[in-house]
Nanobody
């Protein structure tokens, strides 16, 4: 099982940028597609972005496409989320997880970590 630790969140003004990191333990990291998810207060957790095993294929939620970039370094067991042009509606706790597509929706496969808080002020 992959254990995950997210970091890099913070408070930023609208239009700003942040880079999130997710460090994974375990030798099976490179066996999974990885995803970023987020949960805003009072809302359900939602899919943000995913990246394939090799890192060559990515997919984004419509709400972040063109602003966020997901990447991974399998030598460091780490997945990243570069977030640009941030908006107040991006405010949420961000989580990473091995990801799987089922019926056109993406789901996290493992246990959820503590996440990292991103707050975007207007």
């Amino acid at each position: 099982q992959v254990q995950l630790v997210e970091s890099g969140g913070g408070l930023v003004q609208a239009g700003g940028s942040l880079r999130l990191s997710c460090a994974a333990s375990g030798r099976t990291f490179s066996m999974y597609a990885m995803g970023w998810f987020r949960q805003a207060p009072g809302k359900e957790r939602e899919f943000v972005a995913t990246i394939s095993l090799s890192g060559h294929s990515t997919y984004y939620a419509d709400s972040v496409r063109g602003r966020f970039t997901i990447s991974r370094d399998n030598t460091k067991n780490t997945v990243y989320l570069q977030m640009n042009s941030l908006k107040p509606e991006d405010t949420a706790v961000y989580y990473c997880n091995p990801a799987e597509n089922r019926g056109s929706r993406w789901y996290g496969l493992g246990s959820w970590g503590q996440g990292t808080q991103v707050t975007v002020s207007s």
